[in-house]
């Protein structure tokens, strides 16, 4: 019923406010269809997050649960969903919002949020781990490819390969790249290619399209299959925005086909003109090595020693003759000092010698037995001695001993 007003008689602002809210909480809950513009995550209980209508301009505040919010899933921001919800009226605001009760991912954004799962299943697991990926060979033996057949990928795959290295060898492939089936055909190919020892690297390659188009690519399988063969694998599935999971576990992710040729294989062009720049650069290191050898060499000779070996001892001969004058010099004084030290101890020693005693008046008496007579007790009357002189001897008979008498 309207609430019946005046200027005289005006209605609280209270009461106004109240049945509005009435009137709003009779409208009951209803299904939206709408786009997840923000969410904003927090701490409690309540989330917060704002709905856009998916045609009009028109938005509104939405309020959820965390239970239910978790129970959605992943839930990107521009997610299309579906909300049951029911309109709340703030009082002390009066500003009006939703209050979901139950929220569901739509569209692509379902097949989004089944991706976000596996993704996060497989990411546990560790089959995206920086360490498995290998690096691939410089050049390749044989290049498997696995397309569909007659596609625009496989002809830029070959087409630019051929470009860029004309010796290129391929093992082709073709396996459904689309559908229900295509992820089992894809497997059976990349299997057969696996197991041949002369395909050193392998290419999976598709053209762009929708994401159910590439939906075979990040098929479980598949992944799975990727991420456990022997041979290093190249993935380059639809455009650069498009990363199905098969790009996470393979060896190298190129954003097209044309940039897998160019990941593959070197360019020959720029090869050649490497190899002509390092010859070249190796020709002038060698000459400037042989220059600075050259250089050396020539500064070698020019020295003294080289022009005239025998300048060296020019030096030498001066400082020997030096030495010999010194030595012969030493030798003359060590001569005089000797001869004069043998000129002392012969004059010594002739003083003290017995001739020189002799010479002086004395005489050596010896008796018959040639024993020294050095007393009067070794002599007895009636004995022959000799007496050696300085200038002789004689023949002694002792006619009578005395004893010289001792005086204390």
Avoid at 60 to 78: C, F, I, K, N, R
Avoid at 319 to 340: G, K
């Amino acid at each position: 019923m309207p609430m019946n007003s005046s200027q005289e008689q005006p209605q609280p602002l209270g009461r106004v406010i109240g049945a509005v809210k009435d009137w709003v909480g009779r409208l009951g809950e209803i299904w939206v269809d709408a786009q997840v513009v923000e969410i904003k995550r927090r701490s409690g209980a309540t989330q917060f997050m704002t709905f856009r209508d998916r045609v009009a301009n028109m938005s509104a505040q939405v309020t959820v649960s965390s239970l239910v919010l978790d129970a959605a899933g992943p839930l990107p921001e521009g997610s299309r969903v579906t909300a049951r919800v029911r309109p709340r009226l703030w009082d002390r605001t009066t500003s009006l919002s939703l209050e979901c009760l139950e929220l569901h991912v739509a569209g692509e954004g379902r097949l989004l949020a089944q991706l976000e799962q596996l993704k996060r299943k497989l990411q546990a697991e560790g089959l995206f781990e920086e360490y498995r990926k290998r690096r691939l060979p410089l050049l390749p033996r044989v290049i498997g490819l696995v397309t569909g057949k007659d596609s625009d990928a496989e002809r830029d795959v070959l087409t630019n390969v051929a470009r860029r290295w004309p010796a290129a060898r391929f093992e082709v492939r073709h396996a459904l790249v689309q559908g229900p089936n295509s992820a089992e055909s894809v497997m059976t190919a990349l299997a057969r290619l696996d197991a041949d020892p002369e395909v050193d690297v392998v290419i999976l390659a598709r053209g762009g399209g929708s994401l159910e188009d590439l939906l075979s690519f990040s098929d479980e399988g598949l992944v799975r299959a990727v991420a456990a063969a022997r041979t290093p694998v190249v993935t380059a599935i639809g455009h650069e925005r498009d990363f199905p999971l098969v790009d996470f576990v393979a060896d190298l992710r190129a954003s097209t086909p044309t940039d897998a040729a160019k990941r593959v294989v070197p360019d020959h062009a720029v090869e050649v003109a490497g190899l002509h720049q390092a010859t070249s650069r190796l020709r002038r290191a060698i000459d400037a090595l042989i220059s600075r050898e050259e250089h050396a060499l020539q500064a070698v000779r020019s020295r003294p020693v080289m022009v005239d070996p025998t300048s060296a001892f020019a030096a030498h001969y001066e400082r020997l003759s030096l030495l010999r004058h010194r030595l012969s010099s030493s030798i003359d004084r060590t001569l005089r000092a000797e001869e004069a030290d043998l000129r002392a101890a012969v004059t010594s020693i002739r003083a003290l010698s017995p001739k020189r005693t002799l010479e002086r008046g004395y005489a050596v008496l010896v008796g018959p037995d040639h024993e020294s007579v050095s007393s009067v007790a070794d002599a007895s009357a009636g004995e022959r001695i000799h007496a050696y002189l300085a200038d002789g001897e004689l023949t002694l008979d002792v006619v009578e001993a005395h004893q010289k008498e001792q005086h204390g």
